[in-house]
């Protein structure tokens, strides 16, 4: 490892390898830090993604791909549900590999990669970021950077150390929690939604199959809900009620920003990718593409910046990203805004009118349309929110 660097990573999830790769590619040399001892552990996801976003990255392996789904179900809460035809295909990762991967494949384009490394301060000159302190393996270090990305995650301290406001409001604040079962009888190459007050309020639970018997069994709901009951009393009692003889193999817990990227990602030669710069899709909470995709711009970013030495070029990654996906999330934070107070009524409605639909119209959109149809006040309600 050297002292000096075109670009340091902080963080090597799917975000930090993304963007360590493509700066890599891009000519910058590269280092990228890991405060854990293995990439891609320990998991804090519910590890399901779109066959679409996966391609643009890597093609698709069986080493790291637990389960093929081509169907999902919605669950309402009076317990009926339906199937929307879904023209794709999605996955259920065993991201410990996956992630290990996505790490491999920037080693491939040249970045260094360092575990047990923690990041605890960056190094600052007249306000501008010139590197990272860091303690590699019980022993503190001063590495020399010119762009520093912050990929350390929800809990990310990189952005507000360069003065970034990352705070997320409480209420777009999703406490998930998952267990993956073992011992269940799942159905194969379906991933089910569960949704209602009872089950998760505000929220919605999830059944990803994993592989033969097992399944990533997970929720989320916001913090301010979570406060009454949390978001695991709420998983354990589904789980209790529903796979009562299942063995728990694991447990874990975290927050989700399910909130519109944060207003800037780009100071001072730090750029923030991923859950760190709130990049995650608000309605679904899925942010490992997403935040891939962030962390390929602003890795390509950072290397036209370094090759044209003005580092006054990083702010095109605002530019690029909100071209690319942050708009989108915008239009899917209002969406958010206005379905997660639906009632247990109108959610029941949603699935009676999907299920009155034609196959070929059961689509997610369709359904959601009929609804809308069916009851005028609902239609007012989200028009309300896309005018505001
Ligand atoms: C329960 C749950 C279920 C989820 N399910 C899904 C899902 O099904 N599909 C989906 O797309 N998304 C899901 N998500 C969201 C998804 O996990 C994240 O959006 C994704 O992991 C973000 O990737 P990232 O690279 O930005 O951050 P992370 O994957 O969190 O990686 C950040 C890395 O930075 C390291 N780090 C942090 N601080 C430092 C430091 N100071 N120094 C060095 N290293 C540091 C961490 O150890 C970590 O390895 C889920 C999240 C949760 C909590």
Redesign the pocket.
Known sequence: MNDNYDVIV???????STAARFAAAGGASVLM????RD?GYPV??????SHEGVVQFIQPDDRWIAARCERFRLISPSGHSVIPRLDGLAYVLERRIF?YELAKLAVKEGAEVVTK????DLIKRDGTVEGVR?TIKDRKVEIKGKVIIG????????GKWAGIDTTTQIRDMES???FTLGGVKVEEGILEFYFGDNVAPGGYL?V?PKGKDSANV?I?ISVELAKQKSAVRYLEEFVERTYPRAAVLTR?????PCAKTCDEVVKNGVML????AH??NPVS?????S?MIG?MIAGQVAAEAVRSDDLGHLVEYEKRWHKRLGWRHEVFYRIKEAISDFSDETLNTICESGLKLPEEKRTVGGIFRTALWNRPSMLLDVARVFVS
């Open positions: 902080v963080g090597a999830g799917p975000a930090g830090l890991e405060k854990d990439v804090r996801c519910g590890e399901a993604v992630d490394a923690y990041v605890y860091a990929a350390d995650g929800v809990e990310s301290r990189v998930c929690a998952q999830w990803f997970g989320g874990i817990a975290g927050g989700v990718v991923g859950d760190a990049q995650v909470g899925g942010g490992i593409i935040g962390g």
